[in-house]
């Protein structure tokens, strides 16, 4: 179960630095780049946790479609770029999607 907060943690650092990129304006502002830095290698460290117990196929689908999906919808907020219906569409067959994944893993159970 501890994977899973280590899987979570990576992708809120990984969410984190995404939303950083914009700032660091092509890493000429120092302190955004380490910012940005900071949270990407965090989320490298979080991840190597996460596939000690969790295949990393199931790791890198939950990682990387969690991840796309708050990235989408932080975004909307904090840059303002918003996304068409059918762009939110493919958003919820993602969730859905990793939620099937996560579902039907050997870790789960089935």
Do not use: D
Not at 28 to 33: A, E, N, Y
Not at 41 to 63: D, M, N, S
């Amino acid at each position: 179960m501890i994977s899973y907060y280590y899987l979570a943690g990576a992708i809120i650092l990984e969410v984190c630095g995404t939303l950083l990129l914009p700032v660091t304006q092509n890493f000429t502002r120092p302190l955004q780049t380490l910012g940005m830095a900071f949270c990407y290698l965090g989320a490298f460290y979080c991840l190597t946790f996460a596939v000690k117990v969790i295949p990393i196929a199931i790791v890198y689908a939950i990682w990387s479609g969690v991840g796309v999906f708050l990235i989408a919808i932080f975004s909307a907020f904090v840059y303002r770029q918003m996304l068409e219906w059918p762009a939110i569409l493919g958003l919820c067959f993602i969730i859905a999607g990793v939620g099937l994944v996560n579902y039907f893993s050997p870790t789960h159970g089935h």
